[in-house]
């Protein structure tokens, strides 16, 4: 049946599309931190949304699952193949068309993020959606995973950056959803089942994306703060003031600053004075008086005593010099040692709170740990990493993943927070999930999966517990890595 299977692929998609030799595979088996190595029959690289049709199509009649992968830049194990067939994206890659007027952007699941974007700013336009990995992720997976980055306070997530899809499902039938409406109430919003979903119910295969007007102006400065109760209170003035100008709001403690600085070739301290918390902010202007507008605010910030110290960018290369800061952070911390990571969520108002009290307990909980916690203030998102104390052997350390998930996702439940925020469930969240989501959500939830995919051929077993099939085989790195 396998051989059969793959000789049907090979005959339509051709056979140097249809990578069956180990090496050619191998590539696909492992996710940027390499916490999971899967396995695969094959690794197929459709070139059309017909092509992914026909691969899906045969597999379910085959019954052999299938793994849709794009960069396979994901940190949560979704897009790791345990068996069956790897359905690669990347040769789906085309921006069918961009409309002006309507402010859209019409492209393929496999067209890289910062293609997006600079086809967007070709027009004229903004595509507000950006990540650290957005020279290598492609945009089927942001939608898949709903990603957010550092762009949500002003712009949304992934979500509200979708008009329409278009969606292999799990009989190979395709649903034609590529509409550019911004009202449409003729029933259900399909388009939301498969944004977030994984590629667990469809296979996402080309977008109509919402683009906005091109900032005339921008301004980038770099905040000394007393605490993470200072910081809250210093963004609440700026969103107050600024509105929907305010497009960016990063939270940095002392101890991940420092590990950039110690790590990151010709990165240089922003501010000359040492502080507990750091905040790096952007504002975006529709006129040319960013910079005067963010230099006000911040001189009523100091005058104020909401903030200790503050650095204006002077250039745009300056400004580029603190977001590298930002956007190193994950990567650098690797170089400290074992990472364990929480990608989690909280309501803004309580984000300080929840820095203070889950620091606490974890250091509680293992002497010597190091918080190494950061994110977007503005939409609460926390990545609440953990690197092993100094000396500790690393191995050791990741082995306590499971008991530092109780304590970090009891608090963020406790404070009606989420344990998956932008980065998705995937495998490493998935059996978290019958501890914190209602049960009446996680019922429905396999009811829709059962209902689009009922043989389960669709990325089986993550998000939600397959009944039956192969389980993941993880593997600790001597050096997670990862973008967050």
Sequence with gaps: MTHSLLDTLAARLGPAHVLTRETDIAPHLA???????????????????????????????????VVAQGGNTGLVGGGVPFGGVVISLARLDRVRAVDPLDATITVEAGCVLANVQQAADEAGLLFPLSLASEGSCRIGGNLATNAGGTAVLAYGNARELTLGLEVVLADGQVWNGLRALRKDNSGYDLKNLFV???GTLGIIT????????????????FL?????????????????????????????????????????????????GDHASYALVEISSPAPDAY???????????????????VLAQ????GAALWR??????????????SIKHDVSVPVSRVAEFLERATVACEAALPGVRVCAFGHFGDGNIHFNLTQPVGAETAAFLAEWPRFNRIVHDIVHAMDGSIAAEHGVGLIKRDELPRYKDPVALDLMRRLKGALDPQNILNPGKVLAAESGPEALPVAPARPAGAA
């Design 31 to 65: 996710e940027t931190r390499g916490l999971y190595r899967g396995e695969a029959l094959a690794v197929v690289r459709p070139r059309s949304t017909e092509e992914v049709a026909f691969a899906v199509a045969a597999c379910a009649q085959a019954r052999v699952p």
């Design 196 to 198: 977030g979903s994984e």
């Design 206 to 221: 080309a977008a109509v994306l919402r683009l906005h007007p091109k900032p005339v102006s921008k301004a980038t400065a």
């Design 224 to 272: 000394g703060l007393a605490s993470a109760r200072a910081a809250l209170d210093a963004f609440g003035r700026l969103r107050d003031r600024l509105g929907p100008r305010l497009t960016a709001f990063e939270y940095v403690p002392r101890f991940p600053l420092e590990v950039v600085l110690r790590h990151l070739p010709g990165a240089v301290r922003p501010l000359a």
């Design 292 to 310: 005067d507008e963010l230099e006000a605010q911040l001189g009523e910030l100091l005058e104020a005593g909401l903030a200790e110290d503050a």
């Design 315 to 318: 250039s745009q290369a300056q």
């Design 325 to 338: 800061l930002r956007e190193s952070l994950s990567e650098m911390q690797g170089f400290e040692g074992g």
